[in-house]
């Protein structure tokens, strides 16, 4: 399998928690670090790069059975100020990277006969914050990719599932609570529980383990019957 953004947060979790399942993993990150597996570095928001990463999966174990595209970043600015080139930057990684990922393995995920796609998508898949535009577009795009992908894989044993977590504690997470801080004046304390987790019904930021073992059990025999509908995790956000 071919994990993204392996070399921090979620990916990391999930490729680590993949390798020690018995998974042939192979970690891509533009910085892959030392994250288990077959290590390969890219930048994502290139074509060459997706098309370098399948490659080097399919070289390494002579197959592929699942793709599932972390890598991301976020750009907080109110629209009239976002920065164009962090649009397309973002755009490429979210959404363009998981379509080229797909269509680069497809064969493979064909051959493979059960072949799974399971992307980190977000929350803000499904529902949207201010000045994230760049991001909450690109994830409402990849929730609908998937679903594309489920109805074209269904007659080849492909399923395809994004996954929609609200908070996660990881670097990108940190930094956002550090940033917020600094521009409010706050303790990063009160950031974390007066503005990151004010949408959360549960208080509490998930852990990127937790994230790692819905995508394990999505590629196991169990969780073969998800497809094309995200699977939230979402501390009861969208339950208001
Ligand atoms: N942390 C959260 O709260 C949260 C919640 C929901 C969804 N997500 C999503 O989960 C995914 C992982 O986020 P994370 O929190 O683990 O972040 P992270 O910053 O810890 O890891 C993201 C990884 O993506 C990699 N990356 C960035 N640009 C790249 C490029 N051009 N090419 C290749 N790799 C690149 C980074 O190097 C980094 O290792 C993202 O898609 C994010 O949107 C995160």
């Known amino acids: 399998m071919l994990v993204t953004g392996a070399g921090s947060g979620i990916g990391l979790a999930i490729a680590q928690r993949l390798a020690a399942d ?12 030392d994250a288990p597996g077959t290590r390969f570095e890219a930048d994502l928001t290139t074509r060459g790069g997706n098309r370098g990463a399948v490659d080097a999966a ?5 197959r592929l059975d699942a793709v599932v595209p972390v890598a991301g970043f976020q750009h907080v600015a ?22 080229l990922l797909a269509k680069y393995a497809w064969p493979a ?15 803000h898949g499904l529902v949207a914050s201010p000045y994230k535009s760049a991001y909450v577009s ?18 080849h044993g492909i399923s395809a599932t994004p996954v929609c977590p609200a908070y996660v504690r990881t670097p990108l997470v940190e930094m956002q609570i550090a940033d917020q801080a600094k521009a409010h004046g706050m303790s990063e304390d ?9 949408p959360h019904a549960v208080k509490r930021l998930i852990e990127p ?32």
């Open 22 to 33: 018995g998974w042939s993993v192979l970690s891509t990150d533009l910085k892959v670090g």
């Open 58 to 62: 399919l070289e390494a174990f002579g």
């Open 78 to 99: 109110p629209v009239a100020d976002f920065d164009e080139d962090r649009w397309d930057a973002i755009v490429a990684l979210l959404l363009t990277s998981p379509f």
């Open 109 to 123: 995920l064909r051959e493979s006969g059960e072949g799974r796609f399971v992307v980190i998508a977000s929350i």
């Open 138 to 155: 690109a994830k409402h795009g990849v929730v609908g990719l998937c679903r594309t992908l489920a109805l074209e894989g269904a007659e």
């Open 190 to 198: 009160r950031v974390l529980e007066d503005v990151i987790l004010a």
């Open 209 to 240: 383990a937790e994230v790692a073992a819905t995508v394990a059990f999505l590629l196991s025999a169990e969780g073969r019957s998800f497809t094309g509908a995200p699977v939230t995790m979402d501390q009861g956000w969208s339950a208001r």
